[in-house]
């Protein structure tokens, strides 16, 4: 990088004063929150962050020095919340993933639904056609069981888990009945979400590479504290839950 492009001296004292003061806005929202999910911290933690990212950066392009501090990577937060501060309604939207890992236990479970209830969702005949078609089967089980139910068994029913993630969204006033059933989800906004919580294998994969890294720095003692725990377990795999 060339000198002209270099942040100044005075601009990384700058970026410094930027965090110091970001840092007392952060601690002024936590010692007045609210509530677990205020909206004012969230937002006061995504200033802080920013402030803290733009000195990390000019620190470094100026003194090639960095911080000790982890800053979110921008792909993995949401933007400031620009929502109602009193809000009079919410929205709660639910995404979950599954993938159908066992179609004959599936068809099976949606066949025992129709068998015990023949007016279970697809009214009458359709257990005659559960049998055959994973589709039908789906909407028996959909049908029969709340979405929560269906997660908490997924695998009694032949299903296997994927990504899943849930939004809590804040609004001035609760919609008209009807008014976004023909839409329901393209009205999300994130800028709108009060808080969200995600669900992905993706987490435990980084968590695992964080170990790779640390034991890969251990020496050539954990390489044999590796052999040697493998041979007394004999040929047992590593289960991850």
């Known amino acids: 990088m060339s000198d002209a492009a270099q942040p100044t001296a005075a601009e990384v004292r700058a970026a410094a004063e930027a965090v110091k003061a970001a840092l007392d806005r952060h601690l002024d929202a936590v010692e007045a929150r609210t509530g677990e999910d205020d909206p004012a911290v969230y937002s006061a933690f995504n200033a802080l962050a920013a402030a ?12 090639d020095e960095v911080t000790p501090f982890e800053i979110p990577a921008a792909d ?29 236990r599936l068809l099976a479970q949606a ?3 129709v068998d015990l209830d023949p007016e279970t969702e697809g009214g009458p005949g359709a257990g005659a056609v559960v049998g055959n078609s994973v ?10 069981y709340e979405p929560d139910e269906v997660a908490s068994r997924h695998k009694e029913f032949g299903l296997e888990e994927g990504d899943s993630t849930l939004w ?20 999300a906004d994130p800028q709108q979400i009060v808080c969200r919580f995600d669900v992905s294998s993706v987490f435990d994969d980084e968590l695992l590479d ?3 890294d ?14 040697d725990g493998a041979a007394a377990d004999g040929d047992s795999e590593d289960e991850r839950v």
Do not use: C, K, M, N
């Not at 589709?135 to 029969?144: I, K, M, P, T």
């Not at 809590?168 to 009205?187: I, K, R």
């Open 135 to 144: 589709h039908a089967a789906l909407g028996v089980l959909f049908g029969e």
């Open 168 to 187: 809590v969204s804040a609004a001035d006033d609760l919609p008209e009945p009807g008014e976004w059933l023909s839409t329901p989800f393209d009205q």
């Open 52 to 63: 803290a990212e733009a000195y990390d950066e000019r620190l470094y392009d100026r003194y």
């Open 210 to 212: 964080d170990g790779d």
């Open 111 to 113: 066949q025992r639904i």
């Open 214 to 227: 640390d034991d890969e720095g251990d020496g050539v003692d954990d390489e044999d504290d590796v052999t």
């Open 76 to 104: 993995d937060s949401l933007p400031p919340y620009a929502g109602p501060d009193d809000p009079h309604a919410l929205t709660v939207l639910i995404r979950r993933d599954y993938a159908v890992a066992q179609p004959q």
